[in-house]
């Protein structure tokens, strides 16, 4: 694009030059031809004049800029930049004729060209300017492309630059999502998934980015892979800067599970799955009244399913289920408030609470409800009694085990098939009060398969499966566990359950390491490869610490400046040995509190049996001894499904 600036006429010819900043600072005729700008102090003061934007550098400040210890005759030396940069830029200007780019005004210089005249100002007006969708694609395509490196690239150390090259760069930015707005608007998602993948991978910061390649991998029939890169995004920003998602991905990723009908791409109409839903939901909207009753227990019903997509449905499930029972409070009918709670039976395998305080306030309203509740409500108390013992698992002091038992009493007489596996699950929860209870474990796995198979309760299907994973890999049978494992992910796959892969991917790298057949810097590759699989699921009681603990089991020895998380008390020993500190290690062991009663029971009471071993602590020595001995035949740690540390029977050993 051609720039003509007015007056200057001489030979019949009007002055034609464009000026670039969009990479290195040059300029060029409106043949192509790059104008000389001499050395680089020139194309200095000519940068340093167009930040300024027709505003007037004075020449003292130009000096400064230049230069950080000015030589004699620096005046001169920029007057001499600035005459040899106007003979370049105006070379037909008649003699004695006053300059119209590079003008003197009072005290200093200010360049004053057209609009056009420069790539950053025509970009900038690109960028801010709205148009309908194929306008906008084809402008962006354009101006993108006026790009030849980073903004004033020949000055990037120059503090003069600084604002000016940041404001250019976010402009870029922008225009890169816009340009991904455009297609997607277009209906061309397959054509911005390369450029977002690339742009996300340069600038992970950036959440509209993250949005739009989510949004683009939905529009192109990529469900899976949209919800895979939601997570990754909030796994980043909460690792990295320790902030949660914006509301706009927060939102995206609801109205994906939820298959939104505005998100499809533009032409796509509703079919299918798609239809029925919407229809459905219109129907449901249409007669079930905002304030009744039955949408308060349809929510539950679909925060049980959201939350078993893991991730951000899981997340979000479990933010919605408070309010969702604090509103059948509200109501006042007791019968209501237990239908909400114990509807609320989502298959849970991992023991470590993900939110304690919001099991404390599930635990604390289904106490309240059991004690308002008719004698004669034996179901809905079973399932109030199953939900406490879900929601106390790996607490030291609870009613816990009771509760569990007394559910599957309850479950079992009224010979109820769904409410059984949810107390058994229950029950599951809490086989860990002491080591060496995995055949327990296993003989309840087993009868959840059997009870799930026989009365089609998949979610109690994969849970008997994960159970008798973790169960047979504490008695070491990789064998019937790779049954059960290869079982499951069949069922994860028809069902669309993606939080089980998480768990079959740590199981196989747990089974590597009970083999003791794979290199230790492959299997410290593997446990990092399965960590990703954590990030976004949505379980940071299972993740947080999970990755350090695991190399600590492979090298033998812990890692240096790990966060540890909720295992760092029991870790704390052996960090300070392999810090050459054993008094503060010995001092430490008896501070420590007993471990939680959970998957990592076993797992805990090894760390502490090798440190009072390592600094001569003959009662902590016993007792670890003590409590870990009803699971000598077992592999320490196995029973998590995730990792191990060896046979327990070889530590109990050890001298």
Not at 216 to 227: F, K, M, N, T, V
Not at 544 to 555: E, F, I
Not at 622 to 648: M, N
């Amino acid at each position: 694009m051609s720039t003509r600036y007015g007056g200057g006429i001489s030979a019949g010819r009007a002055e034609l030059v464009q000026f670039g900043v969009l990479g290195p600072v040059v300029a060029w005729e409106e043949t192509g031809e790059p104008v000389a700008l001499k050395g680089p102090q020139h194309r200095a003061v000519l940068g340093r004049l167009i930040v300024a934007r027709g505003r007037v550098v004075p020449v003292e400040l130009l000096v400064d800029d230049l230069w950080a210890d000015p030589p004699t005759g620096a005046v001169s030396a920029v007057r001499t930049f600035v005459a040899a940069l106007r003979r370049a830029v105006e070379p037909d200007r008649a003699p004695r004729t006053p300059p119209r780019v590079l003008v003197t005004v009072g005290p200093g210089y200010a360049f004053r060209a057209e609009p056009d005249a420069v790539d950053a100002w025509r970009f900038e007006r690109v960028v801010s300017t709205t148009l309908a969708p194929e306008q906008a694609l084809k402008r962006l395509d354009e101006a993108l492309g006026w790009w030849r490196g980073p903004a004033y690239a020949d000055f990037a150390e120059a503090h003069w630059a600084t604002a000016e090259r940041s404001r250019l760069t976010e402009l870029r930015l922008r225009a890169a999502e816009q340009q991904a707005e455009a297609r997607l608007a277009l209906g061309l998602a397959g054509e911005a998934i390369p450029d977002l993948d690339a742009h996300v991978t340069e600038h992970p910061w950036r959440e509209d980015a993250w949005r739009l390649l989510a949004l683009a991998l939905y529009q192109s029939d990529r469900q899976g892979d949209a919800l895979a890169v939601l997570r990754r995004a909030r796994a980043l920003l909460v690792e990295q800067l320790a902030v949660d998602p914006g509301p706009a991905l927060r939102r995206l990723e609801t109205d994906i599970l939820n298959q939104a009908e505005h998100l499809r791409a533009p032409g796509v109409r509703s079919t299918g799955v798609g239809k029925v839903w919407e229809d459905a939901a219109a129907a449901y909207d249409e007669a079930v009244g905002a304030g009744a009753r039955a949408r308060l227990e349809s929510t539950v019903g679909l925060l049980r399913n959201l939350a078993v997509t893991g991730g951000g449905g899981l997340e979000a499930a479990r933010r919605h289920r408070l309010a969702a029972i604090a509103a059948a409070e509200e109501i006042g009918d007791v019968e209501l408030t237990a239908r909400v709670i114990g509807a609320y039976d989502v298959p849970a395998i991992w023991t470590r609470s993900d939110d304690e305080e919001h099991a404390r306030q599930v635990v604390a309203a289904a106490e309240r409800t059991l004690v308002a509740l008719p004698a004669d409500r034996a179901a809905a108390r079973a399932r109030l009694l199953a939900t406490i013992a879900l929601e106390s698992r790996g607490t030291r002091e609870s009613r816990g085990p009771e509760a569990a038992a007394e559910a599957e009493q309850l479950a079992r007489r009224l010979d109820d098939p769904s409410l059984l596996g949810f107390a058994l699950n229950g029950v599951f929860m809490q086989t860990f009060q002491r080591a060496g209870l995995a055949p327990r474990r296993d003989q309840i796995g087993a009868e959840l398969i059997n009870l799930a198979t026989a009365h089609d309760l998949v979610s109690y299907e994969v849970l008997g499966h994960l159970i008798r994973i973790q169960a047979l890999s504490a008695l070491g049978d990789f064998t019937q566990a790779d049954h059960h494992a290869a079982a499951v992910d069949l069922l994860a796959v028809r069902r669309e359950l993606p939080l089980v892969g998480v768990f079959t991917q740590w199981y196989r790298v747990l089974r590597l390491a009970a083999e003791g057949q794979t290199p230790t810097a492959g299997l410290d590759a593997a446990y990092r490869e399965a960590a990703k699989s954590l990030d976004g699921a949505g379980m940071p009681g299972l993740q947080h610490g999970l990755l350090p603990l695991a190399l600590l089991a492979v090298h033998g020895q812990p890692g240096r400046d790990e966060d540890w998380g909720p295992y760092e008390p029991w870790v704390r020993p052996l960090v300070l040995l392999a810090d050459n500190r054993p008094d503060e290690a010995a001092a430490s062991l008896t501070a420590i509190p007993d471990p939680p009663k959970d998957l990592m029971y076993e797992a805990m009471w090894c760390l502490l049996l090798r440190a009072a071993v390592a600094v001569g602590n003959q009662p902590m020595t016993d007792r670890a001894r003590a409590e870990l001995a009803p699971a000598a035949g077992e592999l320490a740690g196995a029973s998590s499904g995730l990792l191990t540390f060896g046979w327990v029977s070889d530590l109990l050993a050890e001298d």
